[in-house]
C-alpha cells in the first residue's frame, strides 16, 4: 500500500528537549511538507522541501528544523527554541506540479510537558 | 495567496445533498480552487479542484461561478462519513509557491 507513516501517533516530552518527527513517503513523490495544526485552526506550513537535499521555510519556521538526505523522508525536529511547541503536525507528499493535490499523513500529537 | 471565506458550520441530514459555499472575491486568473476535508484527528485529504468548468468526481461536484469569486462544493448524498471540516483553498499555478493556505473552513455536522 502506497501512503504516508508519521510515527509515532502521540508524542509526549518535557520543556526544554528538542524531538524529531518522523515522516516516510513510498509514494515517489518529490515533494514534502510539514504543517503544524492548533485546536480549532487552519494548517500552517513549517517548512517544505521540493527536491533531496533541499527544503525551504514556510510562515513559521522559528524553533523546527529538518533535512532531506532520502526521497523517501523528511523529519522535522522541534527544538527547545520554539516556544509553543504542543500541537497536531501533518506531515505530506506530492508530485512537484502545482496542479497536484498534496498527500497527507495520519499526523503526530505532541504534547510538551 | 488570495482569501477565501467560508460559513464556520452547516447542518445537514444524512442521504440529502449538501451545498458548501465559498467566496473568493479576489481570485486571479491562475488561482485553481480546491477543495480538502478532514475527518477528526485525521490529516485532510483532497476532495475536488477546478479553474473555470463545473467538476465532478467519485467524492463531489465543484460548481464555479462564471465570475469565479464564489464556489459551491456538492455532497450529492450526505453519510455520517462525511462529517468533517471542509476547507477552499485557492491555489496559483502561476508562481512557484507550493503551499497550501488553510483556513478554518466550514464544520459539517451530518445527523442521522
Same mark, same amino acid.
Given at each position: 500500500?502506497?501512503? +504516508?507513516?508519521?510515527?509515532?501517533?502521540?508524542?509526549?516530552?518535557?520543556?526544554?528537549?528538542?524531538?524529531? !518527527?518522523?515522516?516516510?513517503?513510498?509514494l515517489?513523490?518529490?515533494?514534502?511538507?510539514?504543517?503544524?495544526?492548533? #485546536?480549532?485552526? =487552519?494548517?500552517?506550513? +513549517?517548512?517544505?522541501?521540493? +527536491?533531496?537535499n533541499?527544503?525551504?521555510?514556510?510562515? +513559521?519556521?522559528?524553533?523546527?528544523?529538518v533535512?532531506?538526505?532520502?526521497?523517501?523522508?523528511? #523529519?522535522?525536529?522541534?527544538?527547545?527554541?520554539?516556544?509553543?511547541?504542543?500541537?497536531?503536525?501533518?506531515?505530506?507528499?506530492?508530485?512537484?506540479?502545482?496542479?497536484?493535490?498534496?498527500?497527507? =499523513? #495520519? =499526523?503526530?500529537? !505532541?504534547?510538551?510537558? | $495567496?488570495?482569501? /477565501?471565506?467560508?460559513? %464556520?458550520?452547516?447542518?445537514?441530514?444524512?442521504?440529502?445533498?449538501?451545498?458548501?459555499?465559498?467566496?473568493?472575491s479576489?481570485?486571479?486568473? /491562475?488561482?485553481?480552487?480546491?477543495?480538502?476535508?478532514?475527518?477528526?484527528?485525521?490529516?485532510?485529504?483532497?476532495?475536488?479542484?477546478?479553474?473555470?468548468s %463545473?467538476? %465532478? %468526481?467519485?467524492? *463531489?461536484?465543484? *460548481?464555479?461561478?462564471? $465570475?469565479?469569486?464564489?464556489?459551491?462544493?456538492?455532497?450529492?448524498? *450526505?453519510?455520517?462519513?462525511?462529517? *468533517?471540516?471542509?476547507?477552499?483553498?485557492?491555489?496559483?499555478?502561476?508562481?512557484?509557491?507550493?503551499?497550501? /493556505?488553510?483556513?478554518?473552513?466550514?464544520?459539517? /455536522?451530518?445527523?442521522?
Open positions: 500500500d502506497g501512503g +504516508i507513516t508519521q510515527s509515532p501517533k502521540y508524542l509526549f516530552r518535557k520543556e526544554g528537549q528538542n524531538v524529531t !518527527l518522523s515522516c516516510e513517503q513510498n515517489n513523490h518529490d515533494a514534502m511538507y510539514w504543517y503544524r495544526q492548533d #485546536p480549532g485552526q =487552519g494548517l500552517r506550513l +513549517i517548512y517544505y522541501s521540493q +527536491i533531496v533541499d527544503f525551504q521555510k514556510g510562515d +513559521i519556521a522559528e524553533g523546527y528544523s533535512s532531506r538526505e532520502k526521497k523517501e523522508s523528511f #523529519p522535522l525536529t522541534v527544538t527547545s527554541a520554539q516556544k509553543n511547541p504542543t500541537a497536531f503536525y501533518l506531515c505530506a507528499s506530492s508530485y512537484r506540479s502545482l496542479y497536484n493535490e498534496q498527500f497527507f =499523513g #495520519p =499526523g503526530t500529537r !505532541l504534547t510538551v510537558l | $495567496d488570495a482569501k /477565501t471565506t467560508q460559513p %464556520n458550520s452547516m447542518e445537514s441530514n444524512e442521504e440529502e445533498p449538501v451545498h458548501l459555499p465559498c467566496n473568493h479576489t481570485i486571479s486568473g /491562475t488561482d485553481y480552487i480546491h477543495w480538502y476535508r478532514q475527518l477528526p484527528s485525521q490529516g485532510p485529504e483532497y476532495v475536488i479542484h477546478g479553474l473555470t %463545473n467538476v %465532478n %468526481n467519485r467524492m *463531489a461536484s465543484l *460548481a464555479i461561478a462564471e $465570475d469565479r469569486k464564489s464556489s459551491t462544493l456538492i455532497l450529492h448524498r *450526505a453519510t455520517l462519513r462525511d462529517a *468533517a471540516v471542509y476547507y477552499c483553498i485557492l491555489r496559483d499555478v502561476g508562481g512557484s509557491n507550493y503551499k497550501l /493556505t488553510f483556513g478554518k473552513g466550514t464544520l459539517l /455536522t451530518v445527523n442521522p
